[in-house]
């Protein structure tokens, strides 16, 4: 699978399949959704997809060796599946190991979609893909045997009731 770039005004970048353009770029942060799915009985196109798309589109804003660290999405209304989606993305920042983008899908002027992703690059210092150190070793701890009885419910029943007999 190849990424086609053409020199023409529309540019048409060719995304999962060779022959099948999803996303035509307009300008450098402005790109539109092409053939947008409606699941059977739906009211709107499937979210998945515009989620997606927008994720490429931010995708096509930061330089090569930036990989998507996290998406965070709000859905804000259903999209129609007749209709184009223009994604505009905003360059929120850009440096040496992280980027942020948000990325806003509208339909006849309207946002239908938002979405924050933020992008890594692996550096020398960290990997993307280590978060938190390993937990303690809890040796000689009998997690298992703790809680192994039932505590007895009979005399704390008879230690209210004797209480109650008191206040009379």
Known sequence: M?????????VILW????????LAG???????????WTPFGARGVYGGQVAAQALCASCFTVEAGF??????????RSADGDRPVVYTVHRIRTGRSFATRW??????????FAC?????????????LEHQSSPPSMQGADIAGRHTTAPDLGSASQAKADHRGRRR
């Open 2 to 10: 190849k990424l086609r770039i053409n020199s023409a005004p529309a």
């Open 15 to 22: 995304v999962l399949r060779p022959y099948r353009p999803l």
């Open 26 to 36: 307009i300008d450098t942060n402005v790109f539109v959704g092409l053939h947008l």
């Open 67 to 76: 990989t998507p660290n996290s998406q965070h999405c709000l859905f804000l």
């Open 103 to 112: 990325c806003v899908a509208s339909q006849a002027a309207k946002p239908v």
């Open 116 to 128: 924050s992703v933020s992008f890594h690059t692996e550096g020398a210092e960290t990997s993307p």
